[in-house]
């Protein structure tokens, strides 16, 4: 009888190991549901985590840690102001049944307020010290940047070309005395701004051929910004000017957390209207003639609108895995750039088949491993052996 227990309790443990080894983790995923983690303090931001998943179908437990030491224990924590700037990090952990865990991480920038613009010092006479210039100096700023140029209108320029400026800091900027400098292969010329030029806070300031007193170059370009002081602000560059297209300089947001990834150059078409534009990844669920549809990691789903009619031809598949850059627009969400990864529909039922093959063998075995014990059980307590 003990040799019995024996062979009981082993089995026990066994069946016990075998549904550990076969479960699965819980995924932590963390929604922004009010808020941007990237601003200037003060701001505010609330979290989510109800999206997280449990494989199984089985309770969740959370557990938010903050930088300021606070955590809570609910699947949506009260809002969190961060008024010192820096960057933090917010941790979610959730836990299953099982006791199994799954911690995600989301980075917040809070940036200071900007300090004021000063403006450049001036004589007693009331004029600034640059007497060689027919302007007035202007500001010292450093938060203006390029936004588009358009330089090669389809047709006869007639004032079309154009060279937008943004300002985005909290202040009022005089241009008097900043330069636009035009690199090319053959040469270099430099254009003086008046101080009759302003642009305001948080806004755009359009530069046409009529206010450069030029046309801007198609081909080999470096489009380069300076204040009075000769100091660089910001630099633009192109190749060959697309005919009718506006060359764009665009933040891409990261499609889960909103957060900057980084800047870049994009032609676009002068009727394009960008509100947004975002990196994603994810597999692609749906395709129709004119557009196709994304399930990213955080199970959301993008319809995405066709660029190329080739694309849903030639390129994408069903299951396939796909690194996209989209824009938001007020029709919907484009599709601008995109990177089809090597998991396609074959390789997509094949790794099913492989997983189901797999669960079948680990039962089989289980099945052995019953039978073998059920004997030498049967054998330890038989009258007959």
């Known amino acids: ?42 701001f505010s931001l609330n979290l989510d985590g109800s999206t997280s998943l449990d494989p199984e179908g089985g309770k969740l437990t959370y557990f938010w840690e903050y930088p300021d030491g606070k955590t809570y224990d609910s699947k949506n924590p009260r809002s969190h102001r961060f008024e010192t700037a820096g960057t933090y990090e917010i941790k979610l952990t959730v836990t299953d049944n099982e006791g199994l865990s799954n911690t995600n991480s989301l980075q917040i920038t809070a940036n200071p307020k900007p300090a004021k613009e000063k403006k450049a010092s001036k004589s007693k006479s009331g004029k600034t010290s640059n007497k060689s210039s027919k302007y007035q100096n202007g500001d010292l700023a450093t938060q203006l940047n390029f936004k588009k140029i358009f330089p090669n209108p389809k047709g006869a320029d007639k004032d079309q070309e154009f060279i937008t400026i943004y300002n985005s800091s909290n202040q009022n900027i005089n241009l008097g005395n900043w330069q636009l400098q035009f690199t090319t292969a053959k040469s270099t010329s430099t254009i003086k701004l008046s101080d009759q030029l302003i642009i305001n806070s948080q806004s755009e300031l359009i530069l046409k051929n009529s206010d450069l007193k030029r046309s801007l170059p198609n081909s080999q370009t470096k489009i380069t910004l300076l204040d009075f002081n000769d100091q660089q602000i910001d630099q633009i560059s192109y190749k060959t000017a697309l005919e009718n297209l506006i060359l764009a300089k665009i933040k891409i947001l990261n499609w889960q957390t909103h957060q900057k990834i980084n800047t870049t150059l994009l032609w676009i078409k002068p009727t394009d209207n960008f509100l947004e534009l975002y990196e994603t990844q994810g ?103």
Do not use: W
Request: charged share 15%; with cysteine.
């Open 1 to 42: 009888m003990n040799k019995f227990r024996q062979y009981i309790t082993a089995l026990i443990c066994l069946l016990v190991f075998t549904e550990t080894a076969l479960a699965q983790a819980p995924q932590a995923i963390i929604t922004i549901q009010k808020g941007n983690p990237q601003g200037q303090v003060p």
């Open 283 to 385: 597999n692609i669920t749906e395709i129709n003639s004119r557009d196709f549809v994304i399930q990213t990691k955080d199970n959301q789903k993008i319809n995405l609108q066709f660029t190329d009619e080739d694309i849903s031809q030639n390129i994408l598949k069903i299951n396939s895995e796909i690194n996209a850059i989209i824009a938001k627009t007020d029709s919907g969400y484009q599709l601008l750039s995109y990177e089809i990864k090597s998991i396609n529909n074959q390789q997509k039922q094949n790794q099913t088949h492989d997983q189901n093959n797999n669960f079948l063998i680990i039962s089989l075995a289980i099945i052995v491993i019953l039978i073998v014990f059920g004997t030498i059980m049967f054998r330890s307590i038989s009258p007959y052996k």
